[in-house]
């Protein structure tokens, strides 16, 4: 079994470098400056939404993989349950800001954002599970704080309020939770050196597509 300490130096080493280099992209910096534009969130509540359908469906795949083991299936079976509304959280923020439902009918991933499901996907179906928690570790942490991020700049300079922000107002909350849960099974599972390298190394590689994300939906919706 890893330690505590493990996890913790994964979050420092990996994953904290890459929350602060996440926050100095061109999309946070200008939201917090509140010269993000709208069509550039319109594009984040749009690649959001679809990668909140591809992530029920990688859960549900979650559970019939771990079917065997109990305690991993009541995991991934609480995790679809918590993310089951949040692809209409998106969807919902994008109204507010100007989208249509044909938006979101019509909507097509772009390639970093493809990239960055698709690894999100891998790991649910083909790695261990403290490898696939590394990935949601990654994705847990800085949803949970780029929340904090958009909710600050959104009232501030967009005059949007909690209610029709709730996605933010959300995973600012929950996302704390599920980090928590998410390094609970990675001290659990990788009770080898293979399963600790397979760790940082889906950690740092979630860390390069989650930037490449936003990079890419920064870029698709100049």
């Not at 996605?167 to 600790?196: C, G, L, P, R």
Request: hydrophobic content about 40%; aromatic content about 10%.
């Amino acid at each position: 079994m890893a330690t505590q300490a493990f996890v913790d130096s994964v979050i420092k080493e990996i994953i904290q470098p890459g929350v602060d280099e996440l926050f100095q992209l061109p999309y946070f910096t200008e939201l917090r400056a509140g010269k993000l534009s709208k069509k550039r969130l319109q594009g984040w509540a749009l690649q959001h939404y679809l990668h909140n359908h591809a992530l029920l469906k990688g859960f549900a795949l979650c559970m019939v993989k771990n079917s065997h083991e109990p305690e991993l299936f009541k995991y991934f079976l609480y995790q679809m349950n918590e993310e089951q509304y949040h692809p209409d959280l998106a969807k919902k923020f994008g109204l507010q800001i100007g989208l249509q439902d044909e938006d979101f009918q019509k909507a097509t991933p772009i390639f970093e954002c493809l990239a960055h499901t698709s690894k999100t996907i891998h790991g649910m179906l083909l790695g261990s599970a403290p490898e696939n928690r590394a990935s949601a570790l990654v994705n847990e942490t800085m949803v949970c704080r780029y929340s904090e991020e958009h909710i600050t700049a959104l009232k501030k300079h967009y005059g949007l309020n909690d209610k029709q922000i709730q996605f933010f107002t959300v995973h600012a909350i929950a996302d704390q939770e599920h980090t928590a849960m998410a390094a609970e099974v990675i001290a659990k599972h990788a009770n080898s050196e293979h399963q600790q390298q397979l760790v940082r190394e889906a950690a740092a590689h979630m860390v390069r597509f989650k930037i490449a994300k936003f990079h890419g939906i920064y870029n698709a919706y100049a």
